[in-house]
């Protein structure tokens, strides 16, 4: 059974400051998402990672994936409070109608002034 | 103009009765699912339906029943509710195959029982 491991589970940082969340996941996957989700909010699709070395970016959010380490980061680069949300990983295996996502537990980041 | 809505956004209901919730997607996607979101926030899959097609049942105990009338359409019925169930419920769809699309979610429904 996939497994997908995300830390930190909670992140408190300041503006300005640089950090990591990191996705581990425990098969062989063609394909990571990356999710936003705001309190009492759905989710939002943030980044689609399809290949070994992909690299996104978006604003102060860069994802990336290494598929043979089987792992993914997320990285915030000098945090604003509007960064504050809840972020998850979600690995797909496998192509084909069994298509589903298993999701990382999420990571809460609290951005302080 | 909503791109995967679910009614109703709240649903407070007592143990033992029934309850529906509707999801609709505007997306022209084939495939349609429901995830449930713990306390924990843990998301997990319960159901995925390919063309109207029952693709995936995760667990899920018999008091759930999807039903797909159209690709568009993935309602979720629930008997005999109990305690553990409350929950929020996201309904999501995305396209399979060549144009493999990520997943869009609803809005989600927050189910409490009392």
């Known amino acids: 059974e996939l497994k997908v491991e995300q830390n930190p589970l909670f992140l408190s940082m300041q503006e300005g400051k640089n950090y990591t969340i990191y996705c581990n996941y425990s098969?062989?996957?063609?394909?990571l998402y990356w999710y936003r989700q705001d309190p009492g909010k759905s989710l939002e699709s943030l980044f689609v990672l399809l290949s070994n070395g992909a690299v996104k970016q978006e604003g102060r959010l860069m994802a990336s994936l290494d598929t043979k380490a089987r792992l993914s980061t997320l990285h915030i680069t000098a945090a604003v409070h509007d960064l504050s949300a809840t972020y998850f990983c979600?690995?797909?295996?496998?192509?084909?109608?069994?298509?589903?996502?298993?999701f990382g537990k999420g990571t809460l980041l609290t951005v302080n002034p | 103009d909503t791109a995967v809505s679910q009614t109703p956004k709240y649903l407070v209901t007592q143990m033992g009765n029934d309850k529906s919730i509707k999801c609709e997607q505007n997306?022209?996607?084939?495939?349609m699912y429901w995830y449930k979101q713990d306390s924990k926030k843990f998301l997990k899959i319960m159901f995925s339906y390919n063309n109207k097609e029952l693709i995936i049942n995760e667990t899920v105990p018999n008091r759930f029943s999807p039903k797909s009338p159209d690709k568009a359409h993935l309602n979720l019925h629930i008997n005999s509710l109990e305690l553990g169930d409350s929950a929020v419920y996201f309904c999501a769809s995305s396209q399979l195959g060549e144009m493999n699309t990520e997943a869009f979610f609803g809005q989600g429904t927050r189910l409490t029982v009392v």
């Open positions: 979600a690995v797909a295996v496998s192509g084909g109608s069994n298509y589903k996502l298993t």
């Open positions: 997306l022209g996607h084939d495939t």
């Open positions: 098969t062989t996957s063609d394909r």
